[in-house]
């Protein structure tokens, strides 16, 4: 079945923990993004990467970091975590191109106490 | 720098009712993409439609149609007979080329569907 998985599906760290959420799709697809979902705000994208090795910014990265070393895998990584990164985060894959829809993972609720 | 407005925050209506999910969107490119996901109280996202930008033909699917009109900049979203499965949150969302090879999705806020007996 193709899908993109996420784990942890539910995490509840404490301030400055380092943290890795992992994300892997098996419909080998290029591009990859990470989004966090909060109220009110919708859906805003971390990260992104075109392809293996090739990662860039999104309209928040601040407190993120991520790396794609397999096509398959897109880890989110938050090296010391704040409350302020409490969120909803879904990681998402696609074929390149702006008109290809992009699949998304169950998402992974997060929060930092 | 583009944007998507979803000015209906929370809609309710009865079962079997009509109702039409608002979207606006700005962007200047002249080529992109338009989409609808629909969230259901388990919270996965479900990808319902793409229009792109050259085609204003209107869509239908069973009981959901999208009408996409560029002089307004909207991309409306009309469920008929409503039923209480329809109960989630939408989203509108659009696509722009970054770097001209990828797709960057810009989500509007969402618009929360309450559908009731």
Known sequence: EAQVTQNPRYLITVTGKKLTVTCSQNMNHEYMSWYRQDPGLGLRQIYYSMNVEVTDKGDVPEGYKVSRKEKRNFPLILESPSPNQTSLYFCASSRTGSYNEQFFGPGTRLTVL | ?117
Do not use: M
Request: with cysteine; charged share 20%.
């Open chain 2, 1 to 117: 720098a583009q944007k998507v407005t979803q000015a209906q925050t929370e809609i309710s209506v009865v079962e079997k009712e009509d109702v039409t999910l608002d979207c606006v969107y700005e962007t200047r490119d002249t080529t992109y993409y338009l989409f609808w996901y629909k969230q259901p109280p388990s919270g996965e996202l479900v990808f319902l439609i793409r229009r792109n930008s050259f085609d204003e033909q209107n869509e239908i699917s069973g009981r959901y149609s999208w009408n996409f009109q560029k002089s307004t900049s909207s991309f409306n979203f009309t469920i008929t007979a409503s039923q209480v499965v329809d109960s989630a949150v939408y989203f509108c969302a659009l696509s722009e080329s970054q770097t001209g090879t990828a797709s960057k999705l810009t989500f509007g806020t969402g618009t929360r569907l309450q559908v009731t007996l």
